[in-house]
């Protein structure tokens, strides 16, 4: 069993925070790393020990691998928790750390391989028994995808093997918008992530999407922490997420989480994932599996009562799972919102200096934020504020304390997409939680005319 004494969180913002209280509850002293721009942010004020790895450009710091290796060096850290985003999904970044004797608090580097290309990851998927989106075995090209198309019908969605977050992403309903969309998918994909290959899949027309938040000690044991509902994007990006979803019962719930849970078994899986997949008509098809802590975590936290940091820092240790599958309880629900500095209409970032902050409280209300009065929030990274988590005994319970909390929120001094969540949490096709994918997309466009 490896003791793990000082962690370094290689990241910033709220989950830089969030990891940090993590660790303080299990009596494991921090170290945080920051860039220039990030000099007085909450983390590194808290921190038991800080360390400048770079100017704001996140190249130079938040992603050089050999200034985070130096910091743990330097501070005698034995372990790295990367969070979300930057370095957290990065197989060399865990091998390097490896080399070193660090150990990297998520899966092994050969599962942020296998799971981070998409076709390896879908045929991976299908041996596992996981249901998938019918698509092309392998890599589309100009040659070959008009029959590829044919095969599977149309219309066909063209995705980036190596990419997330929308880029090299192409719809084609027809066989004339093919060429098109395969040519702009690759040079998309090629600009942002350095790889041209795409793969061609089904296109749902009004899908869900539904992820299932799994953890495996990388022995052989794994569990299901239920799923979240993630339907609600905007250019593909999460917005308002809940758990558990309002489109699943209890049978359809339990079975989808059970085949994700199996899956890990199989893999041998260590440390928490995220099975994503889309839904539409019953049926259940897995798009990707994300190798590290999801951004909306803490809705499934507040439906088990079980802290995922925890569990991904004991895991890493070697002292297993805290729980096993029959002693988790699902109770109530919870919806959780990213509270972006953009303006609500144009979705413009906001950057600038925060003049007032206050959290909301009361029972079931959480929120996960660095931000504070006076403290400035950079140009230079993602513009997540924080997240706005609450929680009730059901549904109903839920969205009436969200309509509270939300009216006592105060981010003065930026823009902010509070306003956006209010229109949004008296909306009746979100009361009613009949939603899909495109909703927020149609109803954005409709509220701008």
Known sequence: MAVISKILIANRGEIALRVLRACKELGIATVAVHSTADADAMHVRLADESVCIGPPPSRDSYLNIHQIVAACEITGAD????????????AKFADILEAHGITFIGPTADHIRQMGDKITAKQTAMDLGIPVVPGSEGEVTPDNALKTAREIGFPVLIKATAGGGGRGMKVA?????????VSTARSEALAAFGNAAVYMEKYLGKPRHIEVQVVGDGEGNAIHLGERDCSLQRRHQKVWEEANSPALNVEQRMKIGEICADAMRKMKYRGAGTVEFLYENGEFYF?????RLQVEH?????????????EQIRVASGAGLSVTQ??????GHAIECRINAEDARTFVPSPGTITHFHAPGGLGVRVDSGAYAGYKIPPYYDS??????????TRVECMMRLRRVLDEFVVDGIKTTLPLFQDLVSNQDIANGDYDIHWLEHYLAETAK
């Open 173 to 181: 309903k027809t066989e004339a918008e093919l060429e098109e969309a």
């Open 79 to 90: 372990a790295v928790h990367p969070g979300y985003g930057f370095l957290s999904e990065n």
């Open 326 to 331: 029959d002693e988790i309880v699902f109770s």
């Open 287 to 291: 798009i990707e599996m994300n190798t």
């Open 298 to 310: 803490p809705i499934t936290e507040a439906i088990t009562g079980i802290d995922l940091v925890h």
């Open 384 to 393: 997540l504020i924080g997240k706005l988590i609450v929680h009730g005994r």
